[in-house]
C-alpha cells in the first residue's frame, strides 16, 4: 500500500477494477446475446404476423385484480385479439394455492373486455417462464404463438419458448409510463435472470408440473 498525493492506494485496486470489470461484462453477455438472437421475433402489435395462439405470462395478481404489469400484457393480448392476429390466449399463471388463482384472474379480465370465455385457456402450472413456454408445447400442442410480456422481459421469454419448440414471436407491453421504478428494476433482474436462462436452454429441464395433454387450445382453434 502507498500514499499518491496524500491517498492511500492499495497495490490491489488496479487488479481489483479489471476483476469488477470482467464480471460486470461477463454478467451481461447472456442477455446481449438474447437481445441481438431474438431481435428479428420482436416487434409491435401492428407489425407482428399473425400466429394461431397469444400466450401471456403471467405477472401477479393483486386478490381478483391483475397487477399493473400483468393489465400491461393483457391490454397486449386483448388488441392482438381484437385486430385478428391471434384467435386464442393461453393465460399462462401461478395457481399453486387455492387462494391464489393468476390464470382465472387474467380470464376474467380478458372475457369483461369482449374476449369469448372459450377463446382463453387457462394453464395453472406457469410458474415461470420456462414452464410456461415448455407447458405450451408439450401440454397445449402450441407450436407457433405470439408471446406477451413486458419490453424487459421480452428477449428472454421469445428465446426460452423457441428453445422450448415453440415457433415464438413476442410483442411487449412498454411499462415505463406505468411503472416506472419497477420496469427499471425488471431491466436490472433480466441479467441475473439471464443467467438461468441460459442454463435452461442448454439443460432444457422438466417444469415443475407437467401432467396430461390439455386439449383446450385445439378445440378452441376448432371453434367457429
Known amino acids: 500500500m502507498r500514499w499518491v498525493r496524500g491517498v492511500v492506494r492499495s497495490p490491489w485496486a488496479g487488479p481489483g477494477a479489471v476483476v469488477l470489470g470482467l464480471a460486470v461484462y461477463a454478467g451481461l453477455l447472456p442477455s446481449a446475446w438474447m437481445n441481438a438472437e431474438t431481435a428479428p421475433y420482436r416487434m409491435d402489435v401492428a407489425d407482428v404476423r399473425p400466429a394461431p395462439v397469444a400466450i401471456v405470462l403471467g405477472a401477479g395478481a393483486w386478490g381478483d385484480r391483475p397487477s399493473p404489469f400483468l393489465a400491461g400484457r393483457l391490454d397486449v ?6 385486430e385478428g392476429k391471434v384467435r386464442v390466449i393461453l393465460a399462462s399463471g401461478d395457481n399453486s394455492r387455492r387462494d391464489y388463482d393468476e390464470p382465472t ?5 380478458l372475457v369483461e373486455r369482449g374476449v369469448p370465455g372459450d377463446r382463453v385457456v387457462r394453464d395453472y402450472a406457469g410458474f415461470d417462464t420456462w414452464d410456461s413456454c415448455v407447458r405450451a408445447r408439450r401440454i397445449f400442442g402450441v407450436d ?3 408471446v406477451v410480456s413486458q419490453v424487459f422481459h ?3 421469454a421469445v428465446t426460452l419458448c423457441r428453445a422450448a419448440g415453440v415457433r415464438a414471436t413476442g410483442v411487449g ?3 415505463m409510463d406505468v411503472q416506472a421504478t419497477t420496469t427499471r428494476y425488471g431491466y436490472l433482474r433480466e441479467g441475473l435472470a439471464s443467467f438461468k436462462a441460459m442454463v435452461d436452454v442448454a439443460r432444457k429441464p422438466e417444469p415443475r408440473f407437467l401432467g396430461p395433454r390439455e386439449p383446450g387450445v385445439r378445440r378452441a382453434l376448432q371453434g367457429p
Open 173 to 175: 407491453h412498454d411499462s
Open 77 to 82: 393480448a386483448l388488441r392482438l385479439y381484437r
Open 105 to 109: 384472474v387474467m380470464w376474467r379480465y
Open 144 to 146: 407457433r404463438a405470439i
Open 154 to 156: 421480452l428477449p428472454r
